[in-house]
């Protein structure tokens, strides 16, 4: 449904890219749209030799500690952990740099991708204490998302191995208001947020009713798509890699933050959203016009 621009001034105040699924991100200034969300976001993932299923920090809460680096400059990718000397990979793999396809389950979705190299598995299987292969995902094979896509998306929305959209958006009312509420204070990172809004006068929550919203001098479109639950993740402590033992934060957003009518058990915070087109830019600082609202509803699973 279209609106009035919403009265409220809203910015882009951070943008975070995630180049290896479940490890920390980088703080970019500015990143181009491309076809699976920001710049490198979530094209690399641990996944289990074994049982091939993807590792994250709710089987290993100590990949919160794994740094990673975008070196622009010598067009590399480099993870670091204590005691770990650094693992480098191409920044932008060729096809030389990558070997075995395999096929791996994200939720609902089947990715294809390729293995890292030896060296890489190495790595990761020291880290993670167990055989376990570092994978990129096939650019030449795209992984189109189905679900609760706007009707006037001009590019099908895809994914890296994001958990869903290409876009996670959350804002800094809504944050504010989840500390109010939570034993101990939490910071964007604890919700892996690849934009953060601000505004002066925003509401809390007030983006669960944006459906479309115009970014930048060029007035992009981004859609927002769905209201993003929340697995264990804000429970791992950024600074110690450990999971809290008093399940918190999300013991208490489950007393307050179970909102969604379509999945009301579900613990919700942030938005799903998807660009109308790939290749524009978005940079901190650029303008955001709420331009329409409307009704987002769980109704499939993400």
Same mark, same amino acid.
């Given at each position: 449904?279209?609106?009035?621009?919403?009265?409220?001034?809203?910015?882009?105040?951070?943008?975070?890219?995630?180049?290896?699924?479940?490890?920390?991100?980088?703080?970019?200034?500015?990143?181009?749209?491309?076809?699976?969300?920001?710049?490198?976001?979530?094209?690399?993932?641990?996944?289990?030799?074994?049982?091939?299923?993807?590792?994250?920090?709710?089987?290993?809460?100590?990949?919160?500690?794994?740094?990673?680096?975008?070196?622009?400059?010598?067009?590399?990718?480099?993870?670091?952990?204590?005691?770990?000397?650094?693992?480098?990979?191409?920044?932008?793999?060729?096809?030389?740099?990558?070997?075995?396809?395999?096929?791996?389950?994200?939720?609902?979705?089947?990715?294809?991708?390729?293995?890292?190299?030896?060296?890489?598995? *190495?790595?990761?299987?020291?880290?993670?204490?167990?055989?376990?292969?570092?994978?990129?995902? !096939? #650019?030449? &094979? =795209?992984?189109? /998302?189905?679900?609760?896509?706007?009707?006037?998306?001009?590019?099908?929305?895809?994914?890296?191995?994001?958990?869903?959209?290409?876009?996670?958006?959350?804002?800094?009312?809504?944050?504010?208001?989840?500390?109010?509420?939570?034993?101990?204070?939490?910071?964007?990172?604890?919700?892996?947020?690849?934009?953060?809004?601000?505004?002066?006068?925003?509401?809390?929550?007030?983006?669960?009713?944006?459906?479309?919203?115009?970014?930048?001098?060029?007035?992009?479109?981004?859609?927002?798509?769905?209201?993003?639950?929340?697995?264990?993740?804000?429970?791992?402590?950024?600074?110690?890699?450990?999971? *809290?033992?008093?399940?918190?934060?999300?013991?208490?957003?489950?007393?307050?933050?179970?909102? !969604? #009518?379509? &999945? =009301?058990?579900? /613990?919700?915070?942030?938005?799903?959203?998807?660009?109308?087109?790939?290749?524009?830019?978005?940079?901190?600082?650029?303008?955001?016009?709420?331009?329409?609202?409307?009704?987002?509803?769980?109704?499939?699973?993400?």
């Amino acid at each position: 449904m279209a609106v009035a621009e919403d009265s409220n001034e809203w910015t882009v105040s951070a943008l975070y890219t995630y180049p290896v699924k479940s490890c920390q991100g980088v703080r970019l200034h500015e990143s181009q749209l491309t076809s699976t969300g920001l710049e490198y976001d979530r094209l690399w993932m641990l996944v289990d030799a074994r049982s091939k299923r993807f590792v994250t920090q709710r089987q290993l809460p100590r990949l919160a500690l794994v740094q990673v680096t975008i070196n622009q400059a010598e067009q590399l990718l480099e993870l670091s952990a204590d005691s770990m000397p650094p693992l480098q990979l191409p920044l932008h793999p060729q096809p030389a740099d990558l070997h075995d396809s395999v096929s791996v389950r994200v939720w609902y979705d089947m990715v294809e991708a390729r293995r890292c190299g030896d060296a890489a598995d *190495s790595w990761v299987t020291q880290l993670v204490g167990r055989p376990t292969w570092l994978l990129y995902k !096939d #650019p030449q &094979k =795209p992984r189109l /998302v189905s679900r609760y896509v706007p009707q006037n998306c001009k590019d099908a929305p895809q994914s890296g191995f994001a958990d869903v959209f290409p876009l996670h958006v959350t804002t800094e009312p809504s944050l504010d208001d989840v500390n109010s509420h939570v034993p101990r204070p939490l910071s964007q990172q604890h919700f892996r947020p690849n934009i953060v809004l601000r505004s002066p006068q925003g509401k809390p929550y007030a983006e669960e009713e944006w459906t479309r919203v115009e970014v930048g001098p060029k007035r992009w479109s981004l859609f927002f798509t769905s209201r993003t639950p929340r697995c264990s993740m804000p429970n791992v402590d950024l600074e110690t890699g450990q999971m *809290s033992e008093d399940k918190e934060p999300m013991a208490t957003m489950r007393t307050f933050r179970c909102v !969604d #009518p379509g &999945k =009301p058990s579900f /613990v919700c915070f942030g938005m799903q959203a998807a660009p109308q087109t790939a290749g524009n830019f978005i940079k901190v600082g650029d303008s955001i016009s709420v331009c329409e609202r409307g009704f987002h509803s769980l109704t499939e699973p993400l």
